[in-house]
C-alpha cells in the first residue's frame, strides 16, 4: 500500500553551500494493505522526515514514494505549492499530529468539516459527514464545542476524525500519542485499531514508544540516523535471531558470568506459549533450569513472549536440550556473553541498552 524505494532526505541550512543533514538515507518501506505499521527510533533519527516525505509534505532529494499504486513523487509541486493531482492524491492520505493541529477559533464539527470544504461539498453533505465520523470516534455529543473546552484525548480523537474525513485508504499518525497520559494513550490506540479493522485502514505510524509498537502495530521498523535498520512483521521479528525490536519489546537479562553454566533466550508463540516446556526439559533430562527472566505478552491478538533461562555445564553440552526445546517449536538463541575482555555491562545487563537507547530524553 506504501512503497519507499532509495528515499533520501538531505536538508541543507543556510544555502547551498551550508551544512547537510541526511534525514533519510535510502529507505526502503513497505507497508501492506490493512496492516498497523509501526516505526520507532531514537528523537532525530528520521522519522518525521520519512512521514513527510510519505505524504510528500517535503519533497525527497531522491527515491519514490508510492501509496495506493501512484507514484507521488512523479507529481509536480511540494507542501502548499502542490499541484492538483498532488493535492488531490494527498486528500486521500489522512494524517494525525502529535499536538492535533486544531483550529481553536472554529468548532469541533468545523474543524472535522474543513477538508470536507476544500473537497467542495456542500454545507449538508459536510454536516452529515461530520456527524457520522465525530460518533465513529466517540464525540457525537461534543460537535458544538471548541477545541479548548476538550482534553487531550478528545481533541486527538477530533484530529482523527478530521484525518478520515476524506476517507482516506491511509492514515498517517506522527506521535499522536506522546502528548497524552498513558490511560488516554491506550483509548487513543484502541480507536486506531478499531477504525483498521473496521474501515480496512492502512495505518503508519511513528513513534518512540515501545509500548505503541507492541499494543498495535503488526509490523514495524527501527530507524537509526536516518537508515532502516530492522523491519518486519511483529511475529517475525521475534524469531529473528539478534533482533533489537525483539530484545526491545520483549527485555529480558540477567546472567551470562559463570561460564561453567549456559544462558540462552528462547522466544515462543502461538501454541508453544501455553505449553509446560521448561518443566518438561528439566524432567527429561533432569537438570537444574533456572528461569533468569521472562515477558509474555500479546502481540497483534497472539501470545508471544521471551525468556531467559540458565542451564547447568558449558554451551557445547547442552546440544541435546537445546535441541528439545528448538522441538518444541520455540526459538533458542545463546545470550550475549560479556566475556572477561568485554566493556562493564550496564547494570540491567546485556538485554537492555535498546530499550534505553531507544527512550526519548525526557526533556522533549
Ligand atoms: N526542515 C529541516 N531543516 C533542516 N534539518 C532538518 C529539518 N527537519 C529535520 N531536520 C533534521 O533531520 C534529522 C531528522 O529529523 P526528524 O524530525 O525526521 O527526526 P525524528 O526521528 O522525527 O525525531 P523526533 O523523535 O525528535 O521527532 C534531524 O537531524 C533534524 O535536525
Ligand atoms: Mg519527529
Redesign the pocket.
Known amino acids: 500500500m506504501i512503497t519507499t524505494s532509495g528515499l533520501t532526505?538531505i536538508?541543507?541550512?543556510g544555502g547551498p553551500r551550508g551544512r547537510a543533514?541526511?534525514?533519510?538515507d535510502d529507505v526502503d518501506l513497505h507497508v501492506a494493505e490493512g496492516e498497523v505499521y509501526g516505526v520507532i527510533?531514537?528523537?532525530?533519527?528520521?522519522?518525521?522526515?520519512?512521514?513527510?516525505c510519505v505524504n510528500l509534505l517535503?519533497r525527497p532529494t531522491s527515491g519514490t514514494v508510492t501509496v495506493a499504486g501512484q507514484d507521488l513523487t512523479a507529481l509536480a509541486g511540494r507542501g502548499p505549492r502542490a499541484g492538483r493531482e498532488l493535492r488531490a492524491a494527498r486528500s486521500r492520505i489522512g494524517m494525525v499530529f502529535?499536538h492535533f493541529n486544531l483550529l481553536s477559533s472554529r468548532t469541533v464539527q468545523d474543524n472535522v468539516e474543513l477538508p470536507l470544504e476544500i473537497l467542495g461539498l456542500s454545507g449538508r453533505e459536510r454536516a452529515r459527514k461530520a456527524a457520522e465520523l465525530l460518533d465513529l470516534v466517540g464525540l457525537g455529543e461534543r460537535a458544538r464545542a471548541y477545541p479548548a473546552q476538550l482534553s487531550g484525548g478528545q481533541k486527538q480523537r477530533v484530529g482523527i476524525a478530521r484525518a478520515l474525513a476524506a476517507e482516506p485508504k491511509v492514515l498517517l499518525s506522527?506521535?499522536a500519542t506522546s502528548a497524552l497520559d498513558p490511560e488516554t494513550t491506550r483509548s487513543i490506540l484502541g480507536l486506531l485499531r478499531d477504525l483498521n479493522r473496521q474501515l480496512g485502514l492502512t495505518v503508519l505510524l511513528?513513534t518512540?514508544e515501545m509500548d505503541v509498537v507492541k499494543s498495535i502495530c503488526d509490523s514495524a521498523a527501527l530507524?537509526r540516523e536516518?537508515r532502516i535498520v530492522e523491519s518486519g512483521t511483529v511475529t517475525d521479528l521475534l524469531a529473528t535471531p539478534g533482533s533489537e525490536l525483539a530484545a526491545a519489546l520483549f527485555p529480558v537479562s540477567g546472567g551470562g558470568e559463570d561460564p561453567e553454566r549456559t544462558v540462552v533466550d528462547l522466544t515462543f508463540q502461538g501454541d508453544a506459549a501455553g505449553r509446560p516446556v521448561i518443566s518438561r526439559l528439566a524432567r527429561t533430562y533432569d537438570i537444574d533450569v533456572s528461569i533468569l527472566g521472562a515477558a509474555v505478552d500479546t502481540v497483534a491478538g497472539r501470545q508471544v513472549g521471551r525468556m531467559r533461562i540458565e542451564l547447568p555445564g558449558r554451551y557445547e553440552d547442552n546440544v541435546v536440550p537445546i535441541g528439545f526445546l528448538r522441538e518444541q517449536g520455540l526459538h533458542v538463541e545463546r545470550a550475549e556473553h560479556p566475556g572477561p575482555d568485554a566493556p562493564a555491562a550496564p547494570p540491567a545487563g546485556p538485554a537492555a541498552p535498546p530499550v534505553a537507547a531507544l527512550a526519548?530524553e525526557e526533556t522533549?
Do not use: V
Open positions: 532526505k536538508y541543507r541550512s543533514i541526511t534525514a533519510l527510533g531514537q528523537s532525530g533519527a528520521g522519522k518525521s522526515s520519512l512521514i513527510r517535503e502529535q506522527d506521535e511513528i518512540h530507524m536516518g526519548k522533549k
